[in-house]
């Protein structure tokens, strides 16, 4: 099925206030077939529950400690101490909770159809802009009110369906002195191991085709703007997929 992502940005970075939704269009349907069809339920399921929390979060302003806290019950009260101990049934019953919270905060069911879902994702992403939070950190940073959001919608890129697939942000110079290296972090497939960049040795050893593709990225959008930038990637069968581009 087509999945997509439907992020909302601002010309400038503003941490936290602009929100990313991830795997819109699914539904239960939709996930039974893609655990059919992939072979891989766990993934298929991990994939349902970030969906919920992130719409949940984006859309209907549900606090993510509250999904954080429910994860966490359910993780010591069956015994799981990290992620990769999920099975596919549990995972299914954790999208079963956060359903359940999202009814209790907003009075309605989930909803199941996917164009349902996508419209209420533009319209949560243009209120974003204009609520007490984002009007102080405008005000604060100086970023005009006029400027406005963008809403990106992009095709899903699965980022931990495999060891072949991964995401991570990288920066075009070392933010902290400048220096023209990579810096930034890069997650790992399902096992979701974190690597930093900055340590290119063993970032290029394990990963070579990652690593030359950013390098080659790096290099032109130094070479296009000559200042720092922050760019959001996603990695799947080895390839390299820009997401965006921030400023810094």
Not at 175 to 203: R, V, W
Not at 211 to 231: H, P, S
Request: charged share 20%; proline share 4%.
């Amino acid at each position: 099925p087509l999945l997509v992502s439907v992020r909302t940005r601002a010309r400038g970075s503003m941490p936290n206030l602009m929100k990313t939704i991830l795997y819109l269009g699914i539904n239960d349907t939709i996930a039974n077939s893609m655990a059919i069809k992939s072979g891989n339920a766990i993934w298929a399921y991990d994939c349902y529950k970030t969906f919920v929390q992130t719409y949940s979060v984006a859309v209907k302003k549900i606090p993510l400690e509250n999904f954080e806290n429910i994860e966490k019950n359910f993780k010591n009260a069956n015994g799981i101490s990290c992620d990769k101990q999920f099975s596919a049934g549990e995972l299914k019953r954790l999208v079963g909770l956060f359903k359940t919270e999202y009814r209790a905060k907003t009075g309605t069911t989930f909803p199941d159809d996917p164009y349902v879902q996508l419209f209420n994702a533009i319209e949560g992403g243009f209120a974003s802009w204009d609520n007490p939070d984002a009007n102080a950190y405008r005000k604060e940073n100086d970023i005009p009110f006029a400027s406005g959001v963008a809403i990106t919608i992009q095709s899903m890129i699965y980022t931990t369906k495999d060891s072949e697939c991964g995401k991570g942000v990288v920066f075009t110079r070392c933010p902290e002195s400048g220096e023209k290296i990579m810096a930034g972090h890069y997650c790992s497939g399902p096992q979701k191991n974190y690597y930093d960049l900055k340590t290119a040795n063993e970032f290029s050893d394990l990963f070579p085709a990652v690593y030359r593709q950013l390098k080659t990225i790096v290099d032109i959008v130094e070479k296009n703007w000559r200042t720092i930038k922050e760019i959001h990637f996603a990695v799947q069968t080895n390839t390299v997929l820009e997401l965006q581009q921030l400023p810094q």
